[in-house]
């Protein structure tokens, strides 16, 4: 369903104070009690269903990765990176490099997004929509190519300039915490001083985001990031959802920031260019592949695993038996000796006691039947107590 058609009403608000400034004057904007109800629309040319996902790598790189985008760009990483005190970034530079492979035989690895700032620090921006990596240990991996590679023979390592990683994923990644956006430095591990400032990771969980949305916990209004943020999340391929919530609110706040009524601009235009639809949907189906082939190795090893219980049960049970049969005959034989020599004991006390009753001495029956001679003399002390 398309949105309906609203007239562009006129922004009298005074003009986006810069692209560097994150955080607005909250003055400038409502909260949803005291909010006018005036509304620009946004989406003027396409329904919601035809936006394509952001977090889907190949639609974010096409809005941020694009130079005449920039601005967009600068004002989404500068909502990042307030968080941690770093400089407001003026202007970018776009890099398109590659990191090596991951391993020996592996292609090389393109980074989702590189850039430079006019400090000379790199900031990569990796977006994650499936959970199929180590995702720590990848960010890190990608963090130390991306640090090393200005590094030419002779040059001095003062020459190494601060690397950012900044990782935006489809999934919830740490349980440790409800926090939609976690921060990671190297610190000393009793005073907590910052061991140096050339390294430095973010983590924003989507997921946790939506979450927190749902539950009324974010300000939109006052909080840049969240705003951008909630762009991204507004569209939810895998759950074949569009949240119209956040749509209207954000369209609210479009009336005081334009940067990111740009921004949908944009995304409304990349959406509706064939061209790029196309490829949008083919990276799609690379995604949808790649989780099928994924799902479908899981079964296979479930149901591996499910055989190797069974046949590994039905192989014990068999050698128990076999095993049990080895112990029965063992004991059955071990029991038959006792038997025997109970039997054969016997035997030669009867033998001895014929030998005495015939008149043979004590020491003539112990000679033959080498029974013990206090054994022979209790045979004798029976045999004449019973004839009495």
Not at 190 to 197: A, S
Request: charge should be positive; hydrophobic fraction near 35%.
């Amino acid at each position: 369903m398309k949105i309906p058609l609203k007239p562009l009403l006129q922004d009298q608000s005074s003009e986006y104070a810069a692209l560097t400034k994150v955080m607005e004057d909250p003055s400038n904007y409502k909260p949803k009690s005291d909010r006018k109800n005036r509304r620009t629309t946004l989406l003027r040319q396409i329904p919601f269903q035809r936006l394509m996902d952001l977090k889907v790598d190949y639609a974010f790189k096409q809005l941020f990765g694009n130079e005449k985008n920039k601005d967009i760009t600068v004002v989404f990483l500068n909502a990042i990176l307030q968080k941690t005190g770093r400089n407001c970034i003026k202007d970018i530079s776009f890099s398109n490099i590659e990191t090596g492979g991951e391993y020996v035989d592996d292609k090389q690895s393109r980074l989702d997004l590189l850039v430079t700032t006019e400090a000379d620090e790199r900031i990569n921006v990796e977006i994650q929509f499936t959970n199929k990596y180590d995702m720590i240990k990848r960010s890190i991996y990608y963090w130390s190519r991306v640090y090393q590679n200005p590094l030419q023979k002779k040059m001095s390592y003062k020459g190494l300039k601060p690397v950012i990683a900044i990782n935006v994923m489809n999934f919830s990644l740490f349980a440790q915490t409800e926090r939609f956006h976690t921060m990671y430095h190297l610190y000393e591990d009793e005073e907590k001083f910052k061991l140096t400032d050339v390294i430095e990771f973010h983590f924003i969980e989507m997921p946790k985001l939506m979450k927190a949305w749902k539950e009324e916990k974010l300000d939109p209004w006052n909080d840049v990031l969240v705003r951008w943020l909630l762009m991204l999340g507004m569209v939810d391929y895998r759950k074949n959802k569009i949240y119209e919530d956040i749509y209207h609110e954000l369209e609210g706040i479009t009336m005081k920031d334009k940067t990111l009524r740009n921004a949908f601009q944009n995304w409304e235009e990349l959406s509706m260019t064939q061209e790029q639809y196309l490829a949008y949907e083919s990276r799609l189906k690379r995604i949808n592949d790649e989780e099928a082939a994924e799902r479908d190795a899981e079964l296979r090893l479930q149901e591996a695993k499910e055989k190797a219980i069974k046949e590994g049960r039905k192989q014990g049970i068999e050698e128990g038996i076999k095993e049990g049969i080895k112990e029965g005959i063992k004991e059955g034989r071990e029991k038959g000796r006792e038997e025997g020599k109970e039997e054969g004991k016997r035997e030669k006390e009867a033998i001895a006691s014929r030998l005495l009753a015939k008149g043979m001495t004590i020491e003539e029956v112990v000679e033959i039947t080498r029974i013990s001679k206090n054994k022979v003399i209790e045979i004798q002390y029976c045999l004449v107590k019973n004839k009495k």
